[in-house]
């Protein structure tokens, strides 16, 4: 099992650009998160899915968008990116046996991505 | 507004020498709380994770967290450190949604 798989790992934006990041998981796992990791400021939700087909908005979702055509990948897509953008951003995975983020969370290896 | 706050951003210790991280939150109704450990330039991995009962919860690597009701924390603590456990903790609590902390970097010195 690779778990939760991020591509790519670096990236760098220049103001403006669009980028997608894709995250997949082998565990057959229901939701899957993305988050942005900034110093000082821990993990901040971005997006979650609970379900094929389903997104849902986090703490953070201004500036992204997100989707879930397949059950193993969600995509954080970026359609214009911005400084404030630059982080690094982290998928997860949980298996939905419980409710939304109250389940173990698998995390993935990150992406670190400066925009310029 | 519901947080988690790790009050300590960085700590120092000695190898063999205990560890306790602190964490409080604020929530409405107790939440579920997590541990989360973040090597360098790694994603995070669960450490150990409370949601009812027995207040001393136990998790991977020898470390283990106490969940006090009255004084909304859930500290994490560790007996005997070693300089593998060097990285960032990240306490995080959860009604449906996951609130991290701002992480703990803890250093292992020889």
């Known amino acids: 099992n690779a778990g939760v798989t991020q591509t790519p790992k670096f990236r760098v934006l220049k103001t403006g650009q669009s980028m997608t990041l894709l995250c997949a998981q082998d565990?057959?796992?229901?939701?899957m998160y993305w988050y942005r990791q900034d110093p000082g400021m821990g993990l901040r939700l971005i997006h979650y899915?609970?379900?094929?087909?389903?997104?849902a908005k986090g703490e953070v979702p201004d500036g992204y968008n997100v989707s879930r055509l397949k059950k193993q990948n969600f995509l954080l897509g970026l359609e214009s990116a911005a400084p404030s953008q630059t982080s690094v951003y982290f998928c997860?995975?949980?298996?939905?046996?419980?409710?939304?983020?109250?389940?173990?969370?698998?995390f993935g290896p990150g992406t670190r991505l400066t925009v310029l | 507004a519901q947080s988690v706050t790790q009050p300590d951003i960085h700590i120092t210790v000695s190898e063999g020498a205990s560890l306790e991280l602190r964490c409080n939150y604020s929530?409405?109704?107790?939440?579920?709380l997590f541990w989360y450990v973040q090597s360098p330039g790694q994603g995070l991995q669960l450490l150990l994770k409370?949601?009812?009962?027995?207040?001393l919860v136990q998790g991977i690597k020898g470390f283990e967290a106490e969940f006090k009701r009255s004084q909304s924390s859930f500290n994490l603590r560790k007996p005997s450190v070693h300089w593998s456990d060097a990285a960032e903790y990240f306490c995080?609590?959860?009604?449906?949604?996951?609130?991290f902390g701002a992480g703990t970097t803890v250093t292992v010195r020889a």
């Open positions: 409370y949601f009812s009962g027995d207040t």
């Open positions: 899915s609970v379900g094929e087909g389903t997104t």
């Open positions: 995080a609590a959860s009604d449906y949604k996951l609130s």
């Open positions: 565990m057959n796992h229901e939701y």
């Open positions: 997860a995975s949980s298996s939905g046996r419980g409710a939304v983020g109250t389940d173990t969370q698998y």
């Open positions: 929530y409405g109704a107790t939440p579920y």
